[in-house]
T-cell receptor, first 110, second 115 residues
Framework: TQLLEQSPQFLSIQEGENLTVYCNSS?????LQWYRQEPGEGPVLLVT?????EVKKLKRLTFQFGDARKDSSLHITAAQPGDTGLYLC??????????FGAGTQVVVTP | SQTIHQWPATLVQPVGSPLSLECTVE??????LYWYRQAAGRGLQLLFY??????ISSEVPQNLSASRPQDRQFILSSKKLLLSDSGFYLC??????????????FGEGSWLTVV
């Protein structure tokens, strides 16, 4: 089974600070996706990374796919309260399904 | 544009009662459809997925079943709910061809509390 492990499980920071969330696997993934989920809602896609070593930026969010395509990171610069949420990484596995990590709960306080 | 809806949004049911959660997708044809369950603040567990009408694959043994009576309709059911069935249920879809390289789109979710 291809597992995705996310760390840390929980992160609480002050507004303006930076943070990094990690997604690691022992298996190679053809692509990885990052989602953000707010309480009581479904996850919403932030980005898909496909190429090993790829870096994508979405405003203050920077996503990186590891060279070996086994890991990915999400870095948020100058976090704001609106960044609060559950961040999930996910990757496609055999059978056309999507494997999700357990998620990192991020809380940004004013 | 494509949209996905699921209902009801919240549900409180007694142990032993039946369950029916419904999900419909609009604006696309032949989607792959999925039911996920999520524990509070944690990741998603795939319960069922379907690549076509009447075609259902179950990922984990459980007290639930799924049906796809129409191309864009996916239903999650139970004949007798257990306390452990409580959770946040999410319906989702991807374009035909599955997950690889495709975005998965989620419904709004349904909170089920079994009492």
């Amino acid at each position: 089974t291809q597992l995705l492990e996310q760390s840390p499980q929980f992160l609480s920071i002050q507004e303006g600070e930076n943070l990094t969330v990690y997604c690691n696997s022992s298996s190679v993934f053809s692509s990885l996706q990052w989602y953000r989920q707010e309480p009581g809602e479904g996850p919403v896609l932030l980005v898909t990374v496909v190429t090993g070593g790829e870096v994508k930026k979405l405003k203050r969010l920077t996503f990186q796919f590891g060279d070996a395509r086994k890991d990915s990171s999400l870095h948020i610069t100058a976090a704001q309260p609106g960044d609060t949420g559950l961040y999930l990484c996910a990757g496609p596995i055999v059978g056309g399904k999507l494997q999700f990590g357990a998620g990192t709960q991020v809380v940004v306080t004013p | 544009s494509q949209t996905i809806h699921q209902w009801p949004a919240t549900l409180v049911q007694p142990v032993g009662s039946p369950l029916s959660l419904e999900c419909t997708v609009e604006g696309t044809s032949n989607p792959n459809l999925y039911w996920y369950r999520q524990a509070a603040g944690r990741g998603l567990q795939l319960l069922f997925y379907s690549v076509g009408i009447g075609q259902i694959s179950s990922e984990v043994p459980q007290n639930l079943s799924a049906s796809r009576p129409q191309d864009r309709q996916f239903i999650l059911s139970s004949k007798k709910l257990l306390l452990s069935d409580s959770g946040f249920y999410l319906c989702a879809w991807t374009p035909r061809g599955g997950m690889s390289g495709n975005t998965i789109y989620f419904g709004e979710g349904s909170w089920l509390t079994v009492v």
